[in-house]
């Protein structure tokens, strides 16, 4: 006799969006939408809360600070010269969509092989010894200077 157990997840509903970041990207209406890396964000977010706390107006709630927490620790960029930097870096590889860049900037991946696993889009927009040498850039920014 074969018995029937009650299924122990809800069903997933699916996405709304047609966004996909695979092989080929689909950002739907987040397209062309600016974006920011990890580190960016944590740069952006913190001086949002040093204007709001010389005004002394923080509300600083659970979810904000649970943000800072999670930019803290995969920020992979702390100073803002480095930031930057990766950023001109990013900014000068027009062919990839500023999705991919600011992804690129926040993985901080090694090999070309790594980033393209993570980031599909990247396939076949730009060759594996370009993207390697924009990897080895980034990483010597990142273990030299932070």
């Known amino acids: 006799m074969a018995t029937t157990h009650a299924p122990t ?17 689909k950002l739907g209406e987040f397209q062309h939408v600016p974006t920011l890396t990890l580190s ?10 040093d ?3 010389a005004r002394g107006k923080v509300d600083e709630t659970e979810t904000l600070i649970k943000t800072q927490d999670y930019l803290d620790v995969f920020a992979r960029f702390k100073q803002k010269e480095n930031i930057e930097a990766v950023e ?18 926040s993985l901080c991946c090694e ?13 076949n927009k730009i060759s594996d010894q370009d993207l390697q040498e924009l990897l080895d850039d980034i990483t010597k920014l990142r273990n030299f200077v932070e």
């Open 40 to 49: 960016e964000a944590r740069v952006l977010i913190n001086a949002v809360i």
């Open 9 to 25: 997840a809800r069903t997933r509903e699916k996405p709304s969006g047609d966004e996909e970041a695979t092989a080929d990207l």
């Open 111 to 123: 090999t070309a092989e790594e980033a393209k696993t993570l980031i599909p889009s990247l396939t």
């Open 51 to 53: 204007h709001r706390k």
């Open 88 to 105: 001109r870096m990013l900014a000068a590889k027009e062919e990839l969509e500023r999705f991919e860049r600011s992804q690129l900037g």
